[in-house]
Nanobody, 125 residues
Framework: QVQLVESGGRLVQAGGSLRLSCAAS????????MGWFRQAPGKEREFVVV????????YYADSVKGRFTISRDKAKNTVYLQMNSLKPEDTAVYYC??????????????????WGQGTQVTVSS
């Protein structure tokens, strides 16, 4: 099993920045690509960004491209999501997820085996 714990969510004004962290523990060698998803009230969970285990491949949703950046520190088993130029429509619970190795990157939530509990990001206008 792989456990994922997100942190860093809070209230921020539009135009501001936040950095989310996702720390992985447990059988981390069995995890591969790691992604961020988000879910706003009354909406389905949507893909934000994913990064490969090596860090060589990334894939962003169009809605966050150019504003969000994903990175990972393999030594710390941690993935980060740097969010800049935040907009009120970015308000959601942000979830970290990991695919079971050796699977590659994917934007589909159903492809992810491990999920964190989520962290709330609220962007005020």
């Amino acid at each position: 099993q792989v456990q994922l714990v997100e942190s860093g969510g809070r209230l921020v004004q539009a135009g501001g920045s936040l950095r989310l962290s996702c720390a992985a523990s447990g059988r981390t060698f069995s995890a591969n690509a790691m992604g961020w998803f988000r879910q706003a009230p009354g909406k389905e969970r949507e893909f934000v960004v994913v990064i490969s285990w090596s860090g060589s491949s990334e894939y962003y949703a169009d809605s966050v491209k150019g504003r969000f950046t994903i990175s990972r520190d393999k030594a710390k088993n941690t993935v980060y999501l740097q969010m800049n130029s935040l907009k009120p429509e970015d308000t959601a619970v942000y979830y970290c997820a990991a695919r079971r190795a050796p699977a590659g990157i994917s934007p589909h939530p159903a492809d992810y085996a491990y999920w964190g509990q989520g962290t709330q990001v609220t962007v005020s206008s």
